[in-house]
């Protein structure tokens, strides 16, 4: 099962590293031990915490000072063409991150072709946006500015229109000892992106020894996710996501990964989405063309396509063999990775 949630395009957490370690070494040993699910040899799939905050690349180290800067170019219009418009504008802290409406209106109202999705423990993936076209937060953090379609943004004007604010120019130069670049810019609201980490949901908290903080139903979810449901297969690891790409016949209009490959075996598949904080990123699917998640498991109990048409195979096929009455567990075991997200708030603009 691959349940997706959110895509166009956030205070760490502060979990003590002996909270982080304990969860981690119960979530290895539960999950290696009674997960009935095979893999592939000497790889078979583990649920396993998020680390308390997310590692940042040595060419762009996590300063207070750049976080700040990223915060502030995140809720700021004029990294839109027409002023407009922020990356907070379809990345809404008070909705995860992601913004509750099935597609997104870009530049000049457009409605956007695919569901924005959660920023929440961004920074844990290796690639970004549903067809992994970028390899990083920083490469990823220009390109809906850069969109005709979403932020529509010129890079050479976004520069002189920073520059010529006093404040811009001065945090720049204490950030990155130069004047308002485009890489600066980048590399701020990436800083900010890697902060947004959310802390233990309550399934952490139970596989850490906490009998009670699953309901018995969430429990029964658990062990059918990881056993005949079968979701472990593509939602495992940190994020619940195996990074890779599926079709899975919800709509063949776009390209997805094809898109960015140019490889006829990509077309229609997207990137497994990550389940943390799932139960608040509805719409769900690439598209956002399912509500609930009850749609989105039922989808895979039962409506999900049994055929496709050649060189569109898809890659699940509908749980005959399983109830509807089991629907509600993995529901509620899903609504129990959520987590406390980080308290992020509009600040002054320079």
């Known amino acids: 099962m691959n349940p997706l949630p959110n895509t166009p395009s956030q205070s760490p957490a502060e979990n003590s590293t002996s909270l982080v370690s304990a969860i981690g070494l119960l979530l290895l040993c539960f999950f290696l031990a009674a997960s009935p699910v095979q893999a592939e040899e000497g790889d078979k799939p583990a649920l396993v915490p998020l680390p308390a905050a997310a590692p940042s690349p040595r060419e762009n180290p996590t300063t207070p000072a750049k976080v ?58 290796e690639r970004l946006f549903w067809d992994g076209r970028s390899k990083s937060l920083e490469e990823q953090a220009l390109a809906p500015l850069q969109s005709p379609a979403e932020m529509n943004q010129d890079l050479d004007e976004l520069e002189k229109e920073l520059n010529a604010v006093p404040g811009y120019r001065r945090q720049f130069q204490d950030v990155f000892q130069s004047p308002v670049t485009r890489r600066g810019v980048a590399q701020a609201l990436a800083a900010f992106q890697r902060t947004l980490v959310t802390q233990p949901s309550p399934f952490d908290r ?33 994020l619940l996501s195996d990074g890779k790409y599926y079709r899975l016949g919800v709509s063949f209009i776009d390209e997805g990964r094809g898109g960015v490959t140019g490889a006829a075996t990509d077309k229609a598949r997207f990137r497994t989405p990550s389940l943390r904080n799932i139960a608040q990123t509805a719409p769900y699917m690439h598209d956002g063309s399912m509500k609930t998640l009850y749609r989105v498991v039922e989808y895979y109990y039962r409506d999900a396509p049994s055929s496709s048409r050649p060189g569109r195979e898809l890659d699940i096929r509908p749980l005959t063999g399983q109830s509807y009455s089991e629907i509600p567990a993995i529901v509620a075991f899903l609504e129990s990775l959520t987590g406390e997200a980080p308290r992020i708030t509009a600040p002054d603009l320079p």
């Open 68 to 125: 700040a800067l990223g915060r502030q170019l995140f809720f700021d219009t004029r990294l839109s063409g027409d002023n407009r418009m922020s990356c907070a504008s379809c990345h809404l802290p008070d909705k995860a991150f992601a913004d509750g409406l099935p597609r997104s209106a870009g530049n000049a109202g457009q409605e956007l072709t695919r569901n924005t999705p959660s920023l929440l423990n961004v920074a844990f993936f």
């Open 206 to 238: 139970y596989l850490a020894g906490d009998e009670e903080a699953l309901s018995d139903e969430a429990k029964r979810g658990l062990e059918l996710f990881t056993g005949a449901a079968d979701c472990v297969r593509c939602h495992q690891g940190p």
